[in-house]
């Protein structure tokens, strides 16, 4: 997916059609979302017209400074082949969905604050978006499980989430044939950003899809850390 191919053709900045007079040295608005949005994500602007996951993605990495509070304060393995073997919490429910059994959750057994959320039926984020998350849509703040996932780019990149739409295709990761989906770790909000190619598969809050990722469940902050890995 490209931002600049699908939807930002027109100015976007401020009420004239003379955009380039709010931008230094003829960036234009295409260029400063391109570079936010792979900024957000851990990757390079190298390319100003690049895909988000084919700008030099596996030689650079464009690294977030963390306030304090948004420290994991224990160790997360490089690899999630370390974090095997996995048991299961059979207490575990989805809060949005307590009657869907397909769903489950695992704690590792190395790193009991690591947990792995197996084919988990999603929550439609609001009405009228194309989005959603793990968790109970009246209680968003208190059941949003989605938040906190382990960043697809940690490590040797083998934690990338996978989705699945209800009869079990999978949702190829960065694919637009399957909606050019992204999940936000920080905010737990999964996004289809390509709408029309979304439309083929008929998600909405009756076909929400199902997901599998990492989350980090231990301590946060500076206090208690021990060893965090490095992206």
Same mark, same amino acid.
């Given at each position: 997916?490209?931002?600049?191919?699908?939807?930002?053709?027109?100015?976007?900045?401020?009420?004239?059609?003379?955009?380039?007079?709010?931008?230094?040295?003829?960036?234009?608005?295409?260029?400063?979302?391109?570079?936010?949005?792979?900024? =957000?994500?851990?990757?390079?602007?190298?390319?100003?017209?690049?895909?988000?996951?084919?700008?030099?993605?596996?030689?650079?990495?464009?690294?977030?400074?963390?306030?304090?509070?948004?420290?994991?304060?224990?160790?997360?393995?490089?690899?999630?082949?370390?974090?095997?073997?996995?048991?299961?919490?059979?207490?575990?429910?989805?809060?949005?969905?307590?009657?869907?059994? =397909?769903?489950?959750?695992?704690?590792?057994?190395?790193?009991?604050?690591?947990?792995?959320?197996?084919?988990?039926?999603?929550?439609?984020?609001?009405?009228?978006?194309?989005?959603?998350?793990?968790?109970?849509?009246?209680?968003?703040?208190?059941?949003?499980?989605?938040?906190?996932?382990?960043?697809?780019?940690?490590?040797?990149?083998?934690?990338?989430?996978?989705?699945?739409?209800?009869?079990?295709?999978?949702?190829?990761?960065?694919?637009?044939?399957?909606?050019?989906?992204?999940?936000?770790?920080? =905010?737990?909000?999964?996004?289809?950003?390509?709408?029309?190619?979304?439309?083929?598969?008929?998600?909405?809050?009756?076909?929400?899809?199902?997901?599998?990722?990492?989350?980090?469940?231990?301590?946060?902050?500076?206090?208690?850390?021990?060893?965090?890995?490095?992206?």
């Amino acid at each position: 997916m490209s931002l600049a191919s699908n939807y930002f053709s027109y100015p976007l900045i401020g009420p004239t059609s003379n955009y380039q007079d709010y931008l230094a040295d003829g960036v234009n608005p295409t260029e400063i979302l391109n570079y936010l949005f792979k900024k =957000s994500f851990g990757f390079p602007n190298a390319n100003p017209y690049n895909d988000y996951n084919n700008d030099l993605a596996s030689f650079y990495k464009s690294e977030k400074n963390l306030t304090n509070n948004n420290i994991y304060g224990q160790f997360i393995p490089f690899a999630s082949s370390s974090l095997y073997p996995l048991i299961q919490d059979t207490s575990w429910s989805n809060p949005g969905h307590p009657l869907d059994t =397909s769903g489950a959750k695992y704690i590792s057994s190395n790193y009991p604050y690591i947990a792995y959320y197996s084919n988990v039926k999603m929550t439609k984020a609001g009405n009228d978006s194309n989005s959603f998350f793990c968790g109970d849509s009246t209680k968003v703040i208190a059941t949003n499980f989605s938040k906190n996932s382990i960043p697809y780019t940690f490590g040797n990149l083998s934690f990338k989430p996978k989705l699945y739409y209800a009869n079990g295709d999978e949702f190829l990761f960065g694919n637009s044939n399957y909606g050019s989906w992204l999940l936000d770790a920080d =905010s737990g909000v999964l996004t289809f950003y390509d709408r029309i190619n979304l439309a083929l598969y008929a998600v909405d809050a009756n076909n929400p899809p199902r997901i599998t990722f990492w989350r980090y469940e231990g301590l946060t902050g500076n206090s208690g850390i021990v060893n965090v890995g490095s992206y």
